[in-house]
């Protein structure tokens, strides 16, 4: 496809030329007035190049920011609404819905023609997907914000990759050379982020922000307990938050070998956590008819954007940036959505910064990029010694690497 365009802009230019050498001939210009126009023709021809080089270079750079403010921006509505009483299980149920709705047509009609027959074994795959990646993560993700900041749950995210990491090195999945370099700073990285981890858990520290209110909640003495009470409770449940996630980051891993249209995958898995989460909550809940019904416009807002923006349009941005730049790309910017959240959660939802979060986010980002080093270093090892080895005959054996699916919430 590159070749044919080149030729077709070879093409193009040929024919710009050949108009300005018959512009020239017509005017009566001389073949030195013809090089001038030539020579400046060819600087612009670079410049547009030069121009349309970094469009490329930027446009992925662009969909990830518009990515994290999508990602931000969900999080503070979700906060809001579960503050106005908003069940989660309904919550997860009815987002899980709108993005089905949003997203089939498209995996239909973008894989019709490639998307292979599902079997028992790929449907148990796409189950245990929905349970882990969409009904679990999510509701543990919202229990969490609920009982916490909209900036501290957000955090978390940073912590999803490096307990990837450990899974798949316990599962033998991903090597650790503590001897190279990339090695050691995965293990740094790690280590640095559990720091960061202990941190958030267990020292909050000052206020940096609405000091008052903090007063105010330190003297009303019970309500200060049962609020200590159910920020810990939420950090657990975010901890778990992160286990579900990683658990079906590395899950997706196999099911992408097994079923590679992962636009209709995640159609399904978006419809069977639809069918998991509305079963248990009519189990387990008994929610009246009113509970399902919206009435609130922060309701509406939220599950509408939720699952066409958040859901739908993030995955497809997500998924173009993991294709264009690779996934150590797109997680790089995960950090970039704490920050976006941290100034929504001040200005807007009138939270407290405290000085344990700030100190614990700092280690944890920095352990998050080393690792990121770490895995960029050994990705690029990778390549030069495949490259290496495809210029002998056997080559040819060598087996692909798997897709790899964004991470996301």
Same mark, same amino acid.
């Given at each position: ?8 802009? !070879? ?8 108009? =300005? ?13 013809? *090089?001038?126009?030539?020579? $400046? ?9 030069? #121009? ?13 920011? %518009?990515?994290? @403010? =999508? ?22 149920? %009815? ?33 245990? $997907? ?23 749950? /957000? ?14 090195? +316990? ?39 609405? !000091?008052? $209110? ?8 019970? *309500? ?11 950090? +657990? ?12 980051? @590395? ?41 399902? /019904? ?8 939220? +599950?509408?954007?939720?699952?066409? +923006? ?6 497809? =941005?997500?998924? #173009? ?48 990029? %080393?690792?990121? #080093? ?36």
């Amino acid at each position: 496809m590159r070749a044919i365009a080149f030729e077709e802009h !070879r093409q193009v230019e040929g024919h710009c030329l050949y108009s =300005i050498y018959r512009w020239s001939m017509t005017r009566g210009c001389c073949h030195l007035k013809f *090089d001038h126009y030539l020579a $400046s023709y060819s600087i612009l021809t670079k410049a547009s190049r030069m #121009w349309g080089v970094q469009a490329d270079e930027w446009r992925p750079v662009m969909a990830m920011l %518009l990515f994290d @403010l =999508i990602s931000a921006v969900m999080t503070a509505l979700v906060k809001k609404a579960l503050e106005e009483g908003l069940n989660r299980l309904v919550l997860i149920s %009815l987002r899980q819905l709108v993005a089905t709705v949003f997203l089939a047509p498209i995996a239909y009609f973008k894989e019709r023609n490639t998307r292979p027959k599902i079997t028992m074994e790929i449907f148990v795959y796409l189950f245990f $997907s929905a349970v882990l990646g969409a009904g679990l993560s999510q509701y543990t993700f919202f229990y969490g914000l609920q009982y916490t900041t909209a900036t501290f749950a /957000i955090t978390f995210a940073n912590l999803s990759p490096v307990v990837t990491f450990l899974i798949a090195v +316990v599962l033998r999945v991903e090597s650790l050379k503590m001897k190279s370099k990339a090695g050691a700073a995965k293990m740094v990285g790690t280590v640095t982020s559990f720091g960061g981890l202990l941190v958030l858990s267990l020292y909050r520290g000052v206020a940096l922000t609405n !000091r008052g $209110s903090m007063e105010e909640s330190a003297a009303g003495g019970g *309500d200060g307990d049962k609020k200590n009470k159910q920020w810990i409770l939420g950090t +657990v449940v975010l901890l778990g938050n992160c286990l579900c996630f990683s658990l079906w980051l @590395l899950l997706q891993t196999k099911l992408t070998k097994k079923y590679p249209a992962i636009y209709s995958s995640t159609a399904i898995m978006f419809f069977l956590s639809t069918l998991q989460a509305g079963s248990l909550s009519l189990a387990t809940q008994r929610l009246s008819t009113s509970a399902w /019904i919206l009435t609130r416009k922060m309701e509406i807002v939220t +599950v509408l954007y939720s699952g066409i +923006v958040a859901s739908g349009v993030g995955y497809l =941005i997500m998924t #173009w940036c993991v294709g264009k730049r690779g996934p150590v790309f797109t997680a790089a910017f995960i950090p970039l959505i704490q920050i976006m959240v941290a100034i929504i959660d001040f200005f807007f939802l009138h939270g407290q910064l405290h000085l344990g979060s700030v100190l614990g986010s700092a280690l944890m980002i920095t352990g998050l990029y %080393l690792l990121l #080093w770490g895995k960029k270093r050994d990705a690029s090892s990778s390549s030069a010694v495949a490259s290496v080895c495809c210029s002998a005959p056997a080559a040819a054996a060598l087996p692909k690497q798997p897709p790899q699916l964004p991470l996301h919430r």
